[in-house]
């Protein structure tokens, strides 16, 4: 294998345009978020995925869960936690079974922040995604995006 390898040029061309991809979603969804709602793209993924616990067995995320689904460091997860929790929409309370754990919970001013954020955050979304789906070296992980989970409705389309 050689530095010219054809299979791991296009293994590096496929990683660049993904990276790219990923990139100028991201930059959509940070301005529009901020615009609008003065939340970056970090908290409003870090209020998403801790809306979604419940109180069962299992319901409540320890931080180093809570850090992989929001792709951070667990230090960087918890300074996070703590910008938010400083505005008032993150709580921390001790693990009832277990005085060691700390749980992080949405308060209602978070939900109702994120409730208020979502259509934002999903039209910066589709637009990212509109506008890649136009560039030939990025639609096929546009479409790829949307076979994943199935495509996200637009707000006028009708079932």
């Keep these: 294998m050689t530095a010219t390898d054809p299979a791991m040029t296009a293994l590096a061309h496929s990683w660049s345009a993904l990276s790219l991809l990923h990139g100028r979603i991201e930059g959509s969804v940070e ?3 901020q615009t609008e709602h003065r939340l970056s793209a970090r908290e409003y993924s870090l209020l998403d995925v801790l809306s979604r616990q419940h109180d069962g067995e299992g319901g409540h995320l320890q931080m ?3 850090a992989d689904s929001v ?6 997860t918890t300074r996070l936690v703590t910008r938010l929790e400083d505005r ?3 709580s921390r309370y001790l693990c ?3 005085r060691r754990g700390i749980y992080t919970d949405v308060t209602d001013d978070g939900l109702r922040l994120l ?4 259509p934002t955050h999903n039209t910066a979304l589709r637009k990212a995604l509109d506008q890649a789906a136009t560039e030939p ?7 790829a995006v949307h076979q994943l989970q199935g495509d996200i409705p637009r707000p ?3 079932p």
């Design 31 to 33: 301005r529009a978020l």
């Design 88 to 90: 008032g929409l993150l």
């Design 64 to 66: 180093r869960q809570v």
């Design 137 to 143: 070296v990025l639609a096929p992980l546009v479409r």
């Design 115 to 118: 409730e208020e954020a979502r």
């Design 71 to 76: 792709v951070l460091s667990q230090s960087a």
């Design 156 to 158: 006028d389309d009708r």
């Design 96 to 98: 009832p079974t277990d």
